[in-house]
């Protein structure tokens, strides 16, 4: 159906790296050049204890990212949360927050996901991104309606986000709630990203469910080539080629 939503990663000057300081910027640049690894050992080597708390903080924030991206999620909740409970950076925390939630989608535990992101609401931050964890958070509950509303919120903060319209196509379609437009959404997203297996699987089985079923055969066809592993592709493509048993 879609891609879970990424972490929001934040920019940051570089600084010699033979100090804490150095160092810190150096893990940085390596994080911002998605070399998760090396930029979670350079942080590791970072010595913070003349650090003020808000460069504690941002250590902090670049480690939980770092185990994030590597899918290291106990370590990453370590983290994360000392940025929450230890940083005066509003937008810092914000960020942190968001990415809190992703984890806690990720892992399943989806009440946790929502306590961050209604927090967020609450406090008044209002993000595509926020709609969109909140929307993914719904539907993993089977929560179709709200999860609905969600991505439409979505959609009217940012009318071209691809990850709204086609998880909002999806559900739409899968649902039978209003077929027509879900495929009109799933195509729209396939066409502004044609490399996403994800989207190409939405379109196949949008397809799929609006009885077209050579579409439907041709585009989860597309998303099995570019993703032969993904469990939710390959079921699609059994029931649409008839090999569902």
């Not at 911002?32 to 942080?43: T, V």
């Not at 003349?50 to 106990?74: H, I, M, N, V």
């Amino acid at each position: 159906m879609a891609e879970k939503p990424s972490p929001p990663e934040k920019p940051s000057p570089r600084g010699k790296p033979s100090s804490p300081e150095g160092r810190l910027q150096e893990g940085i640049r390596l994080f911002r050049m998605k070399r998760w690894e090396l930029a979670l050992k350079e942080l590791l080597l970072v010595k913070a204890e003349k650090f003020s708390g808000e460069e504690q903080a941002e250590l902090a924030y670049y480690l939980g990212l770092c185990y994030t991206k590597l899918g290291r999620f106990d370590d990453a909740l370590l983290y994360l949360e000392q940025v929450v409970t230890g940083s005066k950076d509003v937008l810092r925390v914000y960020q942190c927050r968001l990415t809190l939630a992703y984890v806690y989608v990720t892992t399943k535990r989806t009440k946790m996901a929502e306590f961050e992101l209604k927090r967020l609401q609450h406090n008044g931050f209002e993000s595509v991104q926020l709609y969109n964890t909140l929307a993914y958070a719904a539907w993993t509950q089977k929560k179709y309606k709200n999860a609905v509303e969600l991505y439409e919120k979505a959609l009217d903060l940012d009318e071209n986000n691809t990850t709204a319209m086609n998880c909002l196509g999806y559900i739409l379609a899968d649902t039978d709630t209003d077929i027509l437009r879900g495929l009109r959404l799933c195509r729209k997203a396939a066409d502004k990203n044609p490399q996403s297996p994800a989207y190409l699987d939405s379109l196949g089985w949008a397809y799929f469910k609006s009885g077209e079923l050579l579409e439907a055969r041709t585009w989860l066809r597309r998303a099995l080539e570019l993703a032969p592993n993904e469990r939710e592709i390959k079921d699609h493509f059994r029931i649409v080629t008839g090999d569902a048993g």
